[in-house]
């Protein structure tokens, strides 16, 4: 196995992102991405555990992304889903997909309550 090419942060107290990451590491088979749960004690993390609590965060070649294009980089690092992040490297597509990451977190906190 390859070591890890893509850093991922994510919140662990959150339905939907455990999910969600539960579903990237089944995809990601060569294991390519390093998962950290920001709410584990002593998890390495580059920016203040709210911040990465609040938007999804990722390290892609020693740059932090965060919101869609922290998605997209996630995406590049799967083969099956490297297509959709591919594309989102177009400006207008990236540009779409964080609006539509925008919309997603004014209604995380409902869905997070459904999910639980």
Known sequence: MASPTLTVWFDGACPLC?????????LDRAQR????DVVEPGASCPLDQALLMARFHAREDGVLLDGAAAFAAMWRA???????????????????????????????????????
């Open 18 to 26: 455990t999910r969600e990451i539960a579903l990237m590491r089944r």
């Open 78 to 116: 799967i083969p099956l889903l490297r297509p959709l992040g591919l594309l989102a490297r177009i400006p207008m597509i990236l540009r779409v997909l964080e609006w539509g990451y925008v919309q997603f977190l004014k209604v995380r906190p409902t869905l997070q309550r459904l999910a639980r």
């Open 33 to 36: 991405i390093e998962f950290v």
